[in-house]
């Protein structure tokens, strides 16, 4: 077990007005690393004396997160997507509001329109009928999609439950869902440590105790900066399913 690299390591950037990356190196060949308002955690192991390389464990995430919060100002139910998808991708956005989940989904598009598929937020407004639930649809193939959709095609159905307690949801895109498991490597030259493409890392040794510590304050704080904490409470998925979407159960505003 190479143990000189277990400790904490933070970059190089001061003098910059910005949270800077953290890294923490456990002895079970454990990390977490830090960065602007996120952070990943995965194994480590030894290449040689003066290397070991990093590498993500992804877990199962649903390509979209929803997230709820009360507007008072708000008489209807108001879904924000944020930025969400591009290009094409759009066009195949689809979403259904019902009160139960037995009854045949009506799906109708999010986007309608060139002039709305170009822009970068988008709000639905819908009158609250006493829905449960709201199903968020998009495509199961996303390398093969165009903006003149060709019904039906395959697509993937997130259900989320509409809380009573929330009128206004944001459906963003969890960029880490697809993006590939973080793999860098952390390099001893004399006594400096260096990170990816040969950039400098400062390391601070560490208890194991003192060590966790720091983690789970990390923690805390990546959580205070991430820009997700303005939307409200996240809400889990109920259900996850394949989907046709076939032309006929389109119902257009």
Do not use: C
């Not at 464990?57 to 649903?62: D, F, Q, V």
């Amino acid at each position: 077990m190479n143990a000189q690299f277990a400790g904490y390591y933070k970059m190089d950037d001061e003098g910059l007005d910005i949270p800077t990356p953290s890294l923490f190196i456990l002895p079970d060949h454990k990390f977490y690393f830090f960065e602007s308002g996120r952070w990943k955690t995965g194994k480590w192991n030894e290449v040689d004396k003066e290397n070991i390389q990093l590498t993500e464990i992804k877990t199962e995430n649903p390509p979209i997160e929803i997230y709820g919060k009360f507007d008072e100002n708000k008489k209807e139910i108001t879904v924000n997507l944020l930025g969400y998808l591009n290009g094409p991708l759009k066009a195949y956005a689809f979403i259904n509001f019902s009160k139960d989940m037995v009854s045949q989904k009506k799906f109708q598009p999010i986007f309608n329109g060139d002039e709305k598929l170009r822009n970068n937020r988008y709000v639905i407004t819908k009158k609250n009928e006493d829905y449960n639930w709201m199903t968020f649809s998009i495509p199961a193939d996303k390398n093969n999609v165009k903006y003149d959709i060709s019904y039906p095609f395959d697509a993937i159905s997130y259900t989320f439950p509409i809380d009573k307690k929330y009128n206004h949801y944001y459906i963003i895109e969890n960029i880490d869902s697809f993006m590939e498991p973080l793999k860098i490597k952390l390099t001893k030259g004399g006594n400096e440590y260096y990170i990816g493409m040969d950039r400098y890392i400062k390391q601070k040794e560490l208890t194991t105790a003192e060590t966790l510590k720091n983690i789970e304050e990390a923690k805390i704080s990546a959580e205070n900066e991430s820009y997700k904490k303005n939307f409200g409470t996240k809400i889990l998925y109920h259900s996850v399913e394949k989907t046709v979407i076939k032309e006929t159960s389109v119902v257009l505003n």
